[in-house]
């Protein structure tokens, strides 16, 4: 069955610095993969959308890599804020459901003043 | 514009009892999706629905859940004789389209089962 880790559960650095989470999936070759933010109480957030033809995709502060051979996508935060502290999840499209996302359990990110 | 809304933002059933959770979603968006979310996990699909169609309910978990969209817009997730197994946030998400675009997420519905 399809598979997705995230590399940590809990990633903590200090502001300034950059962040780097990782999703790894095994058992599948998903159309596009998905980075969502979730803090505390609330839903998640759509932040990238990378597809499987895209090797990368920036959005202000925000880098997603995706490497289909490694199965694998990295997203970076740079310039690191306490604003940033939240839970990030990748989703990947699951082609044969038809439209489903399957998420990640999540790495709870911390960044210290 | 308006979000995805969700009601009730917390329900509190005696284990038995059946329970209704309704979803708005953004208005215009043609696809809508109901996941679950156990404490510390990421959302688990359920169900989707394309217009008041329902494509895939392959995620339901049993026959005690049961969801629709009767006019193509907001959605009704309906549980059946309640189970302590089932206290989780009940998250729904809506898209413009189907396939390669991102979802937006309501509050979420927490189901608490006694």
């Known amino acids: 069955s399809q598979k997705i880790e995230q590399n940590s559960e809990a990633l903590n650095i200090q502001e300034g610095k950059t962040a780097t989470l990782t999703c790894n999936y095994t058992?599948?070759?998903?159309?596009?993969l998905q980075w969502y933010r979730q803090d505390p109480g609330r839903g998640p957030v759509f932040l990238l959308l990378?597809?499987?033809?895209?090797k990368e995709k920036r959005k202000e502060r925000l880098k997603v890599t995706f490497d289909t051979t490694l199965k694998q996508s990295l997203f970076h935060i740079t310039a690191s804020q306490p604003a940033d502290s939240a839970t990030y999840l990748c989703a990947l499209d699951v082609t044969q459901a038809g439209t489903a996302l399957i998420f990640g359990k999540g790495t709870t990110l911390s960044v210290s003043s | 514009g308006a979000g995805v809304s969700q009601s009730p933002r917390y329900k509190v059933a005696k284990r038995g009892q059946d329970v209704a959770l309704r979803c708005d979603p953004i208005?215009?968006?043609?696809?809508l999706f109901w996941y679950q979310q156990a404490l510390g996990q990421g959302p688990e699909f359920l169900t989707y629905?394309?217009?008041?169609?329902?494509?895939?309910k392959s995620g339901l978990p049993s026959d005690r859940f049961f969801a629709e969209r009767p006019e193509g817009s907001v959605s009704t997730l309906k549980i059946q004789r309640t189970q302590q197994e089932d206290s989780a946030v009940y998250l729904c998400?809506?898209?413009?389209?189907?396939?390669?675009?991102?979802?937006?997420f309501g509050p979420g519905t927490r189901l608490t089962v006694t």
């Open positions: 058992n599948y070759s998903p159309a596009y």
């Open positions: 998400a809506s898209s413009r389209r189907d396939r390669g675009y991102e979802q937006y």
């Open positions: 629905f394309q217009n008041e169609a329902q494509l895939d």
């Open positions: 208005s215009g968006h043609v696809s």
């Open positions: 990378i597809r499987e033809n895209e």
